[in-house]
């Protein structure tokens, strides 16, 4: 008779030895919104712990992350003035790409930058794309979507993020890196984001909320699996050096599939949703916040992820969870 093999119970020094996953700190990258202004810091209400600010305290925050071990970050910019084509994501003046550059000054490389490229923080209606009669247009948005890509890799972003989901953007932006000597630039591409209930406090955080309609129109039904895995393929097709799926929490099915069919580094997006709901039960005294929040990053590793954005990336790190 076959005998079944003995779970280990010795020591939890043989349990670690053993373990098949384990969370990687170094591998957190922490998201920042950073607005316009001076010596401004607003605090979001519906995600304790995260604020937007100005840049000054943007320099602060990432000093204070760096020397914690957060060495990842990625950008969210919320401009003073909004209009139709967005035009405050693709300008040289532009609160990300000023930004970027301080921090490159500042920090150098200590410090790798990916930057969200979208028009939705930049555009008067919300939308991701531009927008004719209420009907997104998505090629006339890739060539924005390509000019914000290069500002903001001429500003010296490390890695720019497409979050858009129009078809076809990836090779839109690299085609314009490329052209314009930025082929070291890297893009991870939001290939798998799906219209999710869960984003309601970044379009908080953002000023980010569809003025109409919503966003099911370009954003992936929830319900489908194997179109992430086409949309997957073919941004790495189109030249993605990251390809990322979003949100993570109830997604763990489509990271293990990404990961299963993915030649280049998976990431996930733990997003608002995700980190509010674990902040306000852990407030509320219903769960134990360190141990949830490790079990979930573990999650995430276990189903295939190579990087994780998280917002509780910072109490990780500060806090030694793991």
């Given at each position: 008779?076959?005998?079944?093999?003995?779970?280990?119970?010795?020591?939890?020094?043989?349990?670690?030895?053993?373990?098949?996953?384990?969370?990687?700190?170094?591998?957190?990258?922490?998201?920042?919104?950073?607005?316009?202004?001076?010596?401004?810091?607003?605090?979001?209400?519906?995600?304790?712990?995260?604020?937007?600010?100005?840049?000054?305290?943007?320099?602060?925050?990432?000093?204070?992350?760096?020397?914690?071990?957060?060495?990842?970050?990625?950008?969210?910019?919320?401009?003073?003035?909004?209009?139709?084509?967005?035009?405050?994501?693709?300008?040289?003046?532009?609160?990300?790409?000023?930004?970027?550059?301080?921090?490159?000054?500042?920090?150098?490389?200590?410090?790798?930058?990916?930057?969200?490229?979208?028009?939705?923080?930049?555009?008067?209606?919300?939308?991701?794309?531009?927008?004719?009669?209420?009907?997104?247009?998505?090629?006339?948005?890739?060539?924005?979507?390509?000019?914000?890509?290069?500002?903001?890799?001429?500003?010296?972003?490390?890695?720019?993020?497409?979050?858009?989901?129009?078809?076809?953007?990836?090779?839109?932006?690299?085609?314009?890196?490329?052209?314009?000597g930025y082929s070291h630039t890297s893009i991870m591409a939001y290939s798998a984001k799906y219209c999710s209930a869960f984003y309601g406090p970044f379009r908080e955080a953002a000023g980010s909320a569809p003025q109409f309609g919503d966003r099911r129109s370009y954003q992936m039904d929830v319900r489908n699996a194997r179109e992430a895995e086409r949309e997957i393929m073919l941004d790495i097709e189109e030249g993605a050096d990251i390809i990322m799926v979003k949100p993570?929490?109830?997604?763990?099915?489509?990271?293990?599939?990404?990961?299963?069919?993915?030649?280049?580094?998976?990431?996930?997006?733990?997003?608002?949703?995700?980190?509010?709901?674990?902040?306000?039960?852990?407030?509320?005294?219903?769960?134990?916040?360190?141990?949830?929040?490790?079990?979930?990053?573990?999650?995430?590793?276990?189903?295939?992820?190579?990087?994780?954005?998280?917002?509780?990336?910072?109490?990780?790190?500060?806090?030694?969870?793991?």
């Amino acid at each position: 008779m076959i005998q079944r093999p003995r779970r280990l119970r010795a020591s939890q020094l043989i349990r670690d030895l053993a373990a098949e996953s384990k969370p990687d700190a170094s591998k957190l990258i922490m998201p920042h919104f950073v607005r316009e202004g001076v010596n401004i810091r607003e605090s979001i209400s519906s995600m304790p712990g995260i604020d937007r600010v100005t840049m000054d305290n943007l320099l602060r925050d990432i000093e204070s992350d760096l020397n914690l071990g957060v060495k990842s970050i990625i950008l969210f910019g919320i401009p003073d003035d909004k209009d139709h084509t967005g035009s405050g994501a693709y300008s040289e003046n532009g609160v990300v790409q000023k930004a970027v550059r301080r921090i490159k000054k500042e920090f150098k490389d200590s410090v790798l930058i990916t930057t969200d490229v979208c028009l939705c923080e930049f555009t008067d209606h919300g939308h991701c794309g531009i927008v004719d009669h209420g009907e997104i247009l998505n090629d006339p948005t890739l060539v924005l979507l390509a000019r914000t890509a290069l500002s903001h890799a001429e500003a010296g972003a490390d890695i720019v993020a497409p979050s858009d989901m129009m078809d076809g953007r990836v090779d839109a932006i690299r085609e314009m890196l490329d052209s314009n000597g930025y082929s070291h630039t890297s893009i991870m591409a939001y290939s798998a984001k799906y219209c999710s209930a869960f984003y309601g406090p970044f379009r908080e955080a953002a000023g980010s909320a569809p003025q109409f309609g919503d966003r099911r129109s370009y954003q992936m039904d929830v319900r489908n699996a194997r179109e992430a895995e086409r949309e997957i393929m073919l941004d790495i097709e189109e030249g993605a050096d990251i390809i990322m799926v979003k949100p993570a929490l109830s997604y763990m099915d489509i990271i293990r599939r990404a990961a299963e069919i993915s030649s280049v580094p998976v990431c996930a997006y733990n997003v608002s949703g995700e980190y509010s709901m674990v902040k306000a039960a852990a407030e509320k005294g219903y769960i134990d916040e360190q141990r949830i929040v490790t079990e979930i990053m573990t999650s995430f590793f276990r189903a295939g992820c190579d990087m994780v954005i998280t917002y509780h990336a910072r109490d990780i790190l500060k806090n030694k969870w793991f």
